[in-house]
Each structure stands twice: as structure tokens, then as C-alpha cells.
């Protein structure tokens, strides 16, 4: 019993430690169609501004903020919601894609900033519980903007990852500003 009892003892020292893994983070990317989704026809991307441009807009925002020593995510996406451009800074947290989707659903569901929206659910306790049920807004935040051509949304800009909404602003005002008038 003796040799026993030593063996598991030896046995159990000779085995590392398991160490906590980081948890990974949670994809961006949507799960494969399904089957079915397959057969179906394939539309064109909706209305918005062109990937060249959706691209330079990203560039600008990430630029502006990493000026600022931010590292952030900029989303541009159609006028439907669908991505357009995603470009994360080197080191900005993966979550930061995932937030700056949260931003830009809560434009395109309120048609207006997410700052705007933030303000109003603040006094709004109706509206700060609809967003709260929303799976794709979740918190509202503030830091990303519709992009119009006159009247009309043609599409979204997004940035996350800035200690702070409003910092994430500064730089999505700044792409919107390098880009305007040329959609």
C-alpha cells in the first residue's frame, strides 16, 4: 500500500501544473451558411459608399486615435448595416470589433449617433430598457455615426477602443470629415 501511495504521490508531482488559458475571444465572423442559405439568390451588397473609400475612412479614424496613442477598430459598413471595411490598429483589443458592431446596430436601429443614443436612453428609462434587450446593441455607446448623402444613410462608421466613447468620436468625426462629399 506504502508503494502505492508513493508511486501516485511521485506520479502526481511529475505532472505539470494545467495553468489557466486566456479565454479566446469571441469571433467576429458569422457562422457558415447553412445549407439552405446556399440555394438561395445572392443580392449585391446594399447602397453605400464604395470599399475604396469605406477603406480610407477606416484608415483616417484608426490613424486619428493612434495619434492619441489609441489603439482602436473602425467599422464602416453599407447602408443596411452590412461590413463594409473592418480595420483594427495593431494591439487594439479583439473585443473592439465586437463593440464597434454594437455601435453601429445601435445607428442603424435609431438612425442617429450612438452618442445621440446614449444621451436619450439616459433620460429614457423605456428606451435604455429596449436597448438592454436588444442582442445586437446590448449598452448603447457612443462612437459611431451615420453617413449621409443628403437625406440618405449610406452608410456607417464605427470606431471602438478608445479609453472612453467620446475619444472614439473625435475619430469617426475626423474620417467623416476627410471623406465628405466625395459619396
Known amino acids: 500500500m506504502k508503494k502505492l501511495l508513493l508511486a501516485s504521490v511521485s506520479l502526481m508531482l511529475a505532472v505539470p501544473a494545467v495553468q489557466a488559458q486566456p479565454a479566446n475571444p469571441a469571433p467576429t465572423i458569422a457562422a457558415a451558411p447553412t445549407a439552405e442559405e446556399m440555394k438561395l439568390p445572392r443580392p449585391a451588397r446594399a447602397k453605400g459608399i464604395s470599399t475604396a473609400l469605406a477603406i480610407e475612412a477606416a484608415q483616417v479614424a484608426n490613424a486619428s486615435c493612434l495619434a492619441s496613442t489609441y ?22 483589443a479583439a473585443i473592439t470589433q465586437r ?54 444613410l449610406v452608410a456607417i462608421i464605427s470606431v471602438s477602443g478608445a479609453p472612453g466613447g467620446d475619444k472614439d468620436e473625435v475619430c469617426a468625426q475626423a474620417a467623416i470629415a476627410k471623406i465628405q462629399g466625395r459619396f
Open 99 to 152: 463593440i464597434a458592431m454594437t455601435k453601429a446596430q445601435a445607428v442603424l436601429k435609431y438612425g442617429t449617433s450612438s452618442g445621440e443614443v446614449v444621451a436619450k436612453a439616459g433620460k429614457d428609462t423605456a428606451l435604455a430598457a429596449e436597448i438592454k434587450a436588444n442582442p445586437l446593441i446590448d449598452t448603447a455607446r457612443p462612437g459611431a455615426y451615420p453617413i449621409r448623402s443628403g437625406n440618405e
Open 71 to 92: 489603439k482602436t477598430t473602425t467599422l464602416v459598413t453599407d447602408s443596411v448595416g452590412v461590413p463594409i471595411v473592418v480595420i483594427s490598429n495593431d494591439g487594439a
